[in-house]
């Protein structure tokens, strides 16, 4: 027991060139174990005292000090586990802690100015290699390994047509450090944090505290932001980013009023063309979930993350299209993601087909779901679940329709499955999502809503149009938000009548063969085509004729009565249309 003690609570690896940490950190802590003030590592300590060694309480101190953005949080999980286990298997987690967040040279816990100063310095020395070797693939292979070292993806030539001079630069670049060492940095706490038990119903459903507090202060600043930024067309029309952004699918309220009405434009096609709605639940295989549901400790946890377990399930859902697709078995309906109390995902689905084909459809979702640890306890009962919506006693739409709202913001529910109030849940849900850049909602199926939203903003436009009946029939049924005629007057859930059309420029004008550098990013490889219009019977319609640029911060917005350039007065700008 002495020899097992020590080993637990033995002086941490030193590290001198990791990133200081100090007071400077975090000034403002989101602590758990305490009501009112900040926990500090002293006073975290000071809890902690009575369990433990002498060995114990120095041991701790040095990793609160250098983990001082997280001490709240590393006290509370070592409580946690102190009353699951033993002060020895909490020494050895705090150990484990650590090594997850000290990455070579890089703290993870550091706060953001000693972030931008490492990529800072990454960059730079990236930069410096990159000039001496004249960008050469020796040079790449070097800023690869560097990227890798420090567990982060870089880019590769085969994202750029094989060209290795956007892949370096991006190596070279500060921003581009930055951004994965954040994603690096969210998704380690939050993924430590859960396989601490801080992730769970019993403490903090869905997502971590510190996980919600975060994600709050980014919303709060990109909400400054918008609220301080115009943008300004080439007519002279200036608009504010978060006037832009109300109107948008990126505001909530927008964004599930959508979904609601393509949810419903579903139904009513099915309905028309004689088809039954069936709703599916696919859960992951028990060793990818932390936590039971009571908040104990799964000793099946395999510490798969959940970003991990979501491609899981997009793997499983791929082969299932792909028997169905090779079956002539056509569905079409929305995918909802959602994280069960311990941040686990597990998928919900709402389906479309022929009645003739449900139990087919039904056989192979429960074939797939299956074949990973089929003989585990449950795994038939819950691995897959499939219920047929009976439309005498309510709609699909309104079966899915607290899913959606679940998972957007909350609205029109009181409390969530847990009992927990709706709309934390949705902010924290949402912390979620954002963390391990999961998307929510996904349909299956059916026309393009950018199609859709192309043709709303056509209607209100003084564009030219062709006088393509399939157009207006098009364009009357989107602007009227009747996503169910829209998909008949696009040929039916399969088919594609009008495409998006997109403008790709060309890296070298075609008269006078000189680099147009408007074609470029600033990394060297070509911009991504952009949207302009629709493509309706081999005929293109410009429905994005306007060019716009940012305009300096505090410059005020101007109605077009100020603007000299002939246009007619516009209706608030919808964004949506």
């Known amino acids: 027991m002495q020899a097992t003690e020590y080993a637990a609570c033995s002086r941490l690896p030193h590290f001198p060139n990791v990133v200081p940490n100090g007071p400077s950190w975090f000034p403002a802590r989101h602590t758990f174990v305490t009501s009112s003030s900040p926990l500090t590592p002293d006073s975290a ?245 932390a936590r039971l549901k009571r908040g104990g400790q799964n000793p099946k946890y395999d510490g798969t993350a959940p970003d991990e377990a979501h491609k899981y399930l997009t793997e499983l859902f791929r082969c299932i299209r792909a028997k169905l697709h090779r079956n002539d078995l056509n569905v079409y309906g929305l995918r909802v993601v959602e994280p069960n109390h311990d941040g686990t995902p597990h998928w919900h689905l709402l389906l479309f087909m022929p009645a003739e084909h449900c139990e087919q459809v039904r056989a192979i979702f429960q074939e797939y779901s299956l074949r990973s640890d089929p003989n585990e306890r449950g795994a038939a009962k819950h691995r897959f679940t499939a219920k047929h919506i009976d439309s005498s006693r309510g709609s699909a739409a309104g079966y899915v329709a607290k899913y959606v709202a679940k998972n957007i913001d909350g609205e029109y529910l009181d409390t969530d499955l847990h009992g927990l109030d709706a709309k934390d849940s949705a902010r924290a849900i949402d912390a979620w999502a954002s963390t391990y850049n999961i998307r929510q909602f996904q349909f299956i199926g059916g026309p393009s809503v950018t199609i859709w939203r192309e043709l709303r903003r056509l209607a209100r436009s003084d564009n030219e149009r062709n006088d393509s009946e399939l157009l207006q029939s098009a364009i009357q049924a989107a602007d009227a938000a009747e996503w169910a005629a829209y998909v008949i007057i696009m040929g039916g859930p399969i088919l594609r009548p009008i495409q998006s059309l997109y403008e790709r420029k060309q890296l070298a004008d075609p008269d006078t063969g000189e680099i147009q550098e408007n074609a470029i990013t600033r990394f060297g490889d070509l911009k991504a085509p952009r949207l302009v219009g629709l493509l309706v019977e081999a005929r293109e319609i410009i429905t994005r004729s306007r060019l716009w640029k940012l305009v300096p911060k505090g410059v005020p917005p101007h109605t077009c009565e100020h603007v000299r350039t002939g246009v007619r007065r516009y209706a608030a700008l919808d964004l949506c249309q």
């Open 45 to 289: 300590c000071d809890l902690l005292r009575q369990h433990g060694t002498h060995e114990c309480h120095d041991f701790r101190k040095r990793l609160f000090l250098r983990h001082e953005a997280l001490c709240a949080e590393l006290a509370q999980s070592y409580l946690l586990t102190v009353q699951e286990s033993s002060y020895i298997q909490a020494n050895r987690n705090l150990l484990d802690v650590d090594q997850r967040l000290t990455v070579h040279d890089l703290n993870l816990s550091a706060n953001l100015d000693s972030l931008k100063a490492f990529c800072r310095s990454r960059a730079l020395e990236c930069t410096q290699s990159a000039e001496r070797a004249r960008y050469s693939a020796e040079c790449f292979q070097a800023l690869r390994a560097q990227a890798e070292k420090y567990r982060l993806t870089p880019p590769l030539p085969k994202d750029f047509e094989g060209d290795l001079l956007p892949c370096i630069k991006r190596l070279c670049n500060e921003g581009w450090w930055l951004r994965k060492v954040q994603k690096l940095q969210r998704r380690t706490i939050e993924s430590i944090a859960r396989d601490l038990g801080l992730v769970c119903s019993q403490r903090s459903a869905y997502s971590s505290s510190y996980t919600r507090e975060s994600r709050r202060r980014q919303k709060a600043k990109t909400a400054e932001y918008l609220q301080n930024t115009y943008i300004e067309n080439d007519v002279g029309q200036q608009f504010s980013l978060k006037d832009l952004h109300d109107r948008s699918v990126s505001n909530p309220a927008v964004r599930r009023a959508e979904l609601m009405t393509r949810i419903k434009g579903f139904e009513m096609v099915a309905q028309h063309l004689g088809h039954v709605g069936e709703f599916y639940t696919i859960t992951t295989p028990s060793r990818m979930h």
